[in-house]
T-cell receptor, first 114, second 111 residues
């Protein structure tokens, strides 16, 4: 069974440029999460989707971050414009509904903003 | 707010020796507690969880964790460490439908 797939794995951009990350969850997983992992810290939830509905986006900085999951499968996380402080690893995870914390994570997309 | 703390940034242990990675929690009500592991250049992987029942929970790769309500702890343990156990370990608590992670502990197992 294929796991959670994220791309790109690495991205280097200059500040003020836009960037987008893509995630393909495990087939059949209704719930999709985007987490932010800063160096030396644990992952922090940015947004959670149940199918195509964003049910928790309270931690998403909406002035520059946006996300979508149009057909309830793949998801895209966008930053526009990027700032130096956005350098981090962006993790996507998926789970079955009601999984009670058992998430499957992708390998992450590492962003460096210069 | 629900939170977990991992008091050690790094734990060093010799191969074959028992290992413990510590986690304490601050939770109102009954906690749902988890351990995840992150190997280099790999995604986080679920190891084990405690929801209710037996205080000793067994998980993947020979790991286990002991829930201690009086000490508000959920330490990860393994009787005999392997070099391949070297990784970054995260304790987490389920808060509503959101996993809240600790800062992580690097485990280094030396041969």
């Amino acid at each position: 069974e294929a796991g959670v797939v994220q791309s790109p794995r690495y991205k280097i951009i200059e500040k003020k440029q836009p960037v987008a990350f893509w995630c393909n969850p495990i087939s059949g997983h209704n719930t999709l999460y985007w987490y932010l992992q800063n160096l030396g810290q644990g992952p922090e939830l940015l947004i959670r989707y149940e199918n195509e509905e964003a049910v928790d986006d309270s931690q998403l900085p909406k002035d520059r971050f946006s996300a979508e999951r149009l057909k309830g499968v793949d998801s895209t996380l966008k930053i526009q414009p990027a700032e130096l402080g956005d350098s981090a690893v962006y993790l996507c995870a998926s789970s079955l509904r009601g999984a009670n914390g058992e998430l499957f994570f992708g390998e992450g997309s590492r962003l460096t903003v210069l | 707010a629900q939170s977990v703390a991992q008091p050690e940034d790094q734990v060093n242990v010799a191969e074959g020796n028992p290992l413990t990675v510590k986690c304490t929690y601050s939770v109102s009500g009954n906690p749902y507690l988890f351990w995840y592991v992150q190997y280099p250049n790999r995604g986080l992987q679920f190891l084990l969880k405690y929801i209710t029942g037996d205080n000793l929970v067994k998980g993947s790769y020979g790991f286990e964790a002991e829930f201690n309500k009086s000490q508000t702890s959920f330490h990860l343990k393994k009787p005999s460490a392997l070099v391949s156990d070297s990784a970054l370990y995260f304790c987490a608590v389920l808060y509503g439908n959101k996993l809240v992670f600790g800062a992580g502990t690097i485990l280094r197992v030396k041969s």
